[in-house]
């Protein structure tokens, strides 16, 4: 088990970048595969992106490929998600997630992650 704290939401302008951040304690971080959801208030918690143990392998929803980076420092301890060129539909609550199974296909599933953040709010504004 790990416990995950985001940091980094906020309001920003379209066209703007913000980068989340995802500090783990209480376990073992390299053993877990990392993965950002996102959830409007109201509707379903959606994938957004997730990176592998060895950070070999990422996956991304095609709404942000190209503006989206994730990554991660295993001697730190932490993940990040690099948002950039931001849009008004970007506006969500992003939440960090922790997925001991190996392997990438497994990263869209959220019942394969055993631990959760509590959120950070992030505003996008026309």
């Known amino acids: 088990q790990v416990q995950l704290v985001e940091s980094g939401g906020g309001l920003v302008q379209a066209g703007g970048s913000l980068r989340l951040s995802c500090a783990g304690s209480?376990?073992?971080?390299?053993?877990?595969?990392m993965g950002w959801f996102r959830q409007v208030l109201g509707k379903e918690r959606d994938f957004v992106a997730a990176i592998t143990q060895n950070s070999i392998n990422t996956d991304y929803i095609d709404s942000v490929k190209g503006r989206f980076t994730i990554s991660r420092d295993n001697e730190k301890n932490m993940a990040y998600l690099q948002m950039n060129s931001l849009k008004p539909e970007d506006t969500a609550v992003y939440y960090c997630?922790?997925?001991?199974?190996?392997?990438?296909?497994?990263?869209?599933?959220?019942?394969?992650?055993?631990?959760w953040g509590q959120g950070t709010q992030v505003t996008v504004s026309s």
């Open positions: 997630a922790a997925n001991p199974k190996w392997g990438i296909l497994t990263a869209r599933s959220q019942d394969q992650y055993t631990d």
């Open positions: 209480g376990g073992s971080f390299d053993y877990y595969m």
